[in-house]
């Protein structure tokens, strides 16, 4: 079973892999009982947010640990991927924009993971 710092880990490299932009991390595990992380990433296409999303949810089956679930419509411009511990949120930029995660929460990223392409 992996340990919280695994999860992060593997989460941010898949996303990074994937050349998803503007990762977050937050930690809310003070502020929810559900989750302890939410990841919030932005991808560049609906069809970009989809593989990214399938990216992180194929990252942990294939160490063992498959997601919970993983929500996504057609066409999407948000895809949450629930691995218990973190819930990871791909969404588009304007997606992204709209529902303004952070600012749900109300709290300061623990990491902010700077990509390449910025």
Not at 12 to 36: G, M, N, P, Y
Not at 40 to 52: E, K, P, Q
Request: net charge negative; aromatic share 4%.
């Amino acid at each position: 079973m992996m340990n919280a710092e695994q999860i992060e880990s593997l989460v941010v490299s898949s996303l990074e892999d994937a050349k998803a932009r503007d990762i977050q991390v937050l930690d809310v595990s003070h502020l929810c009982s559900f989750t302890d992380k939410m990841v919030i990433a932005t991808g560049t296409s609906t069809t970009h947010v989809r593989s990214t999303g399938n990216a992180v949810a194929q990252a942990f089956k294939d160490a063992g640990e498959p997601p919970m679930g993983v929500e996504a419509g057609p066409e999407p411009d948000w895809v949450l991927v629930d691995l218990g511990s973190a819930v990871v949120h791909v969404m588009t930029e304007s997606a992204r924009a709209h529902y303004q995660l952070e600012k749900l929460w109300d709290i300061k990223p623990s990491t902010s993971v700077q990509s390449e392409q910025d």
